[in-house]
């Protein structure tokens, strides 16, 4: 196993995520105990000592889980993160119930990595509100010992997270981000790693694979990467082009069996970034991907100059290419648009075609938004 240093301990850089647990009878809310138990054996025997789980994973039962399978090992044997849930905004008056809660069903006394979870832009405005306490509370924590090391998760867009780091980034030790060859590029990954670099804080990777959207790829892009590294398997390329970006220090892999396991700890047994040739094909391959995917839409604004509802159409078509992508397992669009005013919402288009007449691109904007309003029920 590969070990980074983080503040003088060796924290393994392949790190268990707890959100995609083997589950009965596909209830997520239904984690199968003995399955996982085999799962963290193996992890503990071969290395890893990062886990994470969060409050709302598997239903709330990722946490009961984890403790308890967690609680057999030496304390000092594995380093736990959790997160303070914010992505439900009901959440926010109850930081000190749900921290207290969150150390019982985990059944520690402290948490050693601790997180804002999913700052975006549905909950920035409350986490940044000092009527919640959130921040006083968890800086109080950290002082009490019960939080070792505070940082934060991060699904929203570089102007969301700059306003996050330009009010609590002194205090931030750590930042977990979405990142991966395909969202380098798609979700402007790359920016938040240079940001991130700027403030010198280290990254925390989560979907590696993209929720396992990079773990197959179709045979034109396989021959491409065979040629490459004919003994490298697909899943793999994910993990070395994470191991080729400074600042990555823990990659987070929401591993369901086993078998994912062990091929993911066979990958972290040695460190083989990719050279110059290679980060240029895996990234060649991302763009041609995207570009048989998504809107072309570059976010140039000229229609927004037109519309007379003045609508955000290209943050309206970036969340529409993320639902295009995602398919039926996202959640960052849904959650998006609940920052949007009403009358700003896709479905609002008026079908009046102003903007098509200055699209550089030539999208047919209003067909697009109604495909997108369409796909979030809003028809």
Known sequence: MIYNEFQGMKLSALGMGNMRLPVIDGNDSRIDVDKAREMIAYCMEHGINYYDTAY???????????????????????????????????????????????LKKCRVDFFAFYLFHNVCEMNINQYLDPKYGIYEYLIEQKKNGKIKHLGFSVHGDIDCMTRFLDAYGKDMEFCQIELNYFDY????????????????????????????????????????????????????WAFRFLQTIPGVTVTL??????????DNIRTYEE?????????????????????????PCTGCHYCVSKCPKKLDIPFLLKLYNEAMISGSGDFIAPMAL???????????????????KVCPQTIHIPEELRKFAAKMGRA
């Not at 892999?253 to 062990?262: P, W, Y």
Request: aromatic content about 8%; hydrophobic content about 35%; glycine content about 6%.
């Open 56 to 102: 709302g994973y598997h239903g709330g039962n990722s946490e009961l889980v984890v403790g308890e399978l967690l609680h057999s090992y030496p304390r000092e044997s594995f380093y736990l993160a959790s997160k303070f849930p914010g992505y439900d905004l009901s959440n926010m008056p109850k930081v000190k119930e749900i921290f207290e809660e969150q």
């Open 185 to 236: 590029q798609f979700q402007n990954a790359k920016e938040k790693v240079e940001l991130l670099d700027k403030w010198n804080i280290p990254i925390w990777v989560m979907e590696p694979v993209r929720g396992g959207q990079l773990a197959t790829l179709s045979g034109e892009y396989s021959k491409k990467l065979a040629a490459l590294r004919p003994d490298e398997k697909i899943p793999a």
């Open 253 to 262: 892999s929401g591993m369901s069996d086993l078998e994912q396991v062990k």
């Open 271 to 295: 460190n083989r970034p990719l050279n110059n040739d290679e980060m240029k094909q895996i990234l060649e391959i991302a763009s041609d991907m995207i570009s048989k995917t998504t809107v």
């Open 338 to 356: 609940m920052s949007v005013d009403e009358d700003k919402q896709p479905e609002c288009c008026i079908n009046c075609h102003s903007c098509e």
